[in-house]
């Protein structure tokens, strides 16, 4: 398995992984009222004057595992060596290909990330 694919994996599992146990302890989906965010449980995820309230609320567990799940379906097909089309042609000249590395750099600050995966 291609190194980028592997590390970009790794990473995909530990957000996942954190994005369900706060899930578990206040609900997967969120909602913004003034100074509160709230889940779908019932469970008040803030309550602080002045917190960002809609983006915090816009980014709740439910939403980063969507994300995390599109992330994976991109993936898919970018292994040169065991592609089994459709295949990313993008790979087959240049692997890691632009999508896959354009995939990786919201991680580009986690350890093991290196510099020659940076579009």
Request: proline letters at 8%; hydrophobic letters at 35%; a negative charge.
């Amino acid at each position: 398995m291609d190194e980028l694919v592997q590390w970009l994996g790794k990473q995909l599992d530990a957000e996942a992984a954190h994005s369900r146990q706060v899930a578990d302890k206040y609900g997967a989906e969120w909602e913004a009222a003034r100074d509160w965010v709230s889940s779908d449980t019932g469970t008040d995820v803030i309550d602080e004057a002045g917190a960002p309230v809609e983006f915090i609320a816009a980014h709740d567990p439910a939403r980063v595992l969507r994300e995390i799940d599109t992330k994976r379906q991109l993936m898919e097909g970018h292994e040169p060596d065991e592609c089994v089309p459709p295949c990313c042609t993008g790979c087959v000249d240049d692997h890691p290909c632009r999508h896959l590395r354009l995939l990786a750099l919201p991680y580009a600050d986690r350890p093991g990330y290196r510099e020659e995966w940076r579009p």
